[in-house]
């Protein structure tokens, strides 16, 4: 049995490429949790994503034994991502710990997402123990960095540990700073509770949850049930990571680790539910985690028809490792498909990605798009689909975000003509050092989750960081700007977009369309409509056999006759005659 005094359950948090998991890796080397042979860079980082992008996407636990003067201590080390789309599964590591090491960027100071990060960890209450990392580059800016950090956070300068997690320099002292100020985690009832905080599904052993064990025991061979979910079964294993799943006889209060109970049924134990002894059930469940609201949706089609129970069983496996992935049936031109719901653009990058490599699957995605709320005779509607839009409403509303902007000053003028560009809203600017400055805009979601990101980046140079956080729903002038091909509407191409803009994205709509619809015998019309009116066409020329060849010189109206003869087929063809939408023609659609 562990002594619980002599534990710390911490987490490492940051804004994305601050050196987590660089730091995670020199921890796991001076604890010397991992043998020789086995050392790589991002040890943490499993996914064969993860590595190529160079960022982490899952948070990792892993448990290490720290050797100092006074004994032997230990330490469950959860690494955690930078990335905004990645906020609820650094929400749900936070809650599984008492303490958090917030890592900053010497050259870079402090961004949007280290803000975002902090106030997570302050909300749950955690012992924040501030880190400067980089000290060893060349532009590492140290005396205004630190000035930054002590003025957010209220420390004493001495209180910020200042290393190079890529040279090992100053770690020790990180590991140290761990055991004697985060506290040890506290128990408060006999009977077992363990929030389960992660899931992933394991071919061969079937489910396989993490979870923070915060009051009782589990061992091998107990009968437990799921509170949530009312599911009772045996524990087949218990066991921790270090960082390779190592069986353990039990875990006790106060322990990080996984539980494994050999389900084959994927709803059985969700991320959030509490697992409690049958033998000693606990009255209350411990509190989950709010639910994650998504806020980018998109169709996701496998472009092989047969692969659609295989698509739904790969998002069941995926949902159960990210609780944060909704999805839900759809029928469509592109086929059957399923409509996605993600926490961003990235998120639904990855999820697109995994789906492909993970589970062999070929998929098109639609248009991402977001949530809207549409009344209709004083009832309020929800549609994620541009298609769903009825053709009379009261009132349309669509969701707002209060995003977080910082930026060194002189890029203060581009960062401000981008978002009222977007139609943002200014609500506050201050200054968190001489050089930087953070701005706070309203902005419309649909505004920003396709190219926001990269034109922050490039008006700024790449100085500007973002984070968002959703706040609520605003009426808007929305309108609905459809495509028809040869007359036929196309739903899988009809966007909602402000009044303002729906000129210019028809017209660049059906310009794409034009070059990429192939010829037929006769002249295809491709229009964008906005309720009745069409307000861009282009036409697809007819392909044209040269009937007049035979004529060798004579009469012009032995021409002209062929010519009416030709004339009469193509408009009785172009009766008969379907148009078929390549899948290019899709794709390239979307992505304008």
């Not at 020790?172 to 009832?189: E, F, G, S, Y």
């Not at 061969?204 to 923070?212: Q, T």
């Not at 049924?265 to 709010?290: F, K, N, Q, S, W």
């Amino acid at each position: 049995m562990i002594n619980i005094e002599r534990t710390r359950n911490f987490c490492i948090i940051a804004h994305i490429d601050h050196g987590k998991s660089t730091l995670a890796d020199r921890l796991l080397d001076i604890t010397e949790a991992v043998a020789e042979r086995d050392r790589m860079a991002q040890i943490l980082d499993t996914m064969d994503i993860e590595r190529e992008r160079g960022i982490t996407i899952k948070a990792q636990a892993v448990r290490v034994l720290y050797h100092r003067g006074d004994g032997e201590w230990t330490l469950n080390l959860i690494d955690t991502p930078g990335h905004v789309d990645f906020t609820y599964e650094v929400s749900r590591a936070i809650a599984a710990c008492e303490g958090a090491l917030l890592v900053v960027d010497a050259t870079q100071g402090i961004q949007a997402q280290t803000l975002a990060n902090l106030y997570l960890a302050m909300e749950h209450d955690l012992e924040i123990i501030p880190v400067l990392n980089k000290i060893d580059l060349p532009i590492a800016d140290v005396p205004a960095v630190t000035e930054e950090l002590v003025e957010l956070l209220g420390v004493d300068e001495e209180d910020i540990l200042k290393i190079s997690a890529k040279t090992g320099e100053g770690v020790r002292d990180v590991l140290d700073a761990i055991v004697d100020r985060v506290p040890a985690p506290t128990t408060t009832q006999e009977e077992t509770r363990g929030l389960v905080f992660d899931s992933y599904y394991d071919p061969y052993r079937g489910v396989v949850s993490l979870a923070r064990l915060v009051d009782g025991e589990l061992k091998k061979g107990d009968e437990v049930r799921a509170m949530g979910s009312e599911e009772r079964f045996e524990l087949l294993e218990v066991g921790c990571y270090t960082p390779k799943p190592t069986a353990l006889p039990a875990l006790y209060a106060g322990e990080v680790g996984y539980v494994i109970a050999g389900l084959k049924d994927i709803e059985a134990l969700r991320v959030g539910d509490t697992v409690t002894r049958v033998a000693d059930p606990a009255a209350e469940p411990l509190p989950g985690y709010a639910q994650a609201l998504p806020t980018v949706f998109s169709g996701l089609y496998p472009t092989e028809g047969d692969d659609f129970e295989r698509l739904r069983e790969a998002l069941s496996k995926l949902q159960l490792n990210d609780a944060s992935l909704f999805f839900e049936p759809e029928n469509s031109r592109m086929g059957f498909g399923f409509r996605c719901g993600f926490l961003g653009l990235l998120h639904m990058e990855i999820i697109q990605e995994r789906l492909e490599r993970e589970f062999d699957l070929d998929l098109i995605a639609s248009s991402p798009s977001v949530r809207y709320e549409v009344v209709v005779d004083a009832e309020v509607r929800e549609i994620t689909n541009p298609s769903e839009l009825p053709e009379f409403f009261e009132e349309i509303r669509e969701p707002v975000v209060r995003a977080t902007l910082i930026c060194p000053k002189e890029y203060v003028g581009a960062v401000m003509g981008l978002c009222h560009e977007r139609r943002g809203v200014s609500v506050g600017m201050e200054y968190i050092s001489t050089r930087r400055v953070q701005l706070t805009y309203d902005l419309p979601l649909a505004e920003i989750i396709t190219d926001f990101f990269d034109a922050l980046k490039s008006r700024t140079r790449g100085y500007a960081s973002f984070d968002y956080e959703f706040t609520g729903y605003e009426a808007a002038d929305l309108v609905k700007v459809e495509v028809l091909v040869s007359g036929e509407p196309v739903d899988a191409l009809s966007i909602i977009v402000h009044r303002d803009k729906a000129y210019y994205r028809g017209r660049a709509l059906t310009e794409k369309l034009k070059e990429l619809i192939p010829r037929q015998q006769f002249e295809v019309p491709v229009q964008a409509t906005m309720g009745k009116r069409v307000i861009a066409r282009e036409t697809v020329r007819a392909y044209r056999k040269d009937v007049t060849a035979k004529c060798y010189g004579g009469d012009i109206s032995r021409k002209r006759k062929l010519l009416e003869q030709q004339k009469k087929g193509k408009k009785r063809m172009k009766q008969v005659g379907s148009v078929e939408i390549p899948q290019e023609a899709f794709l390239a659609a979307l992505r304008i």
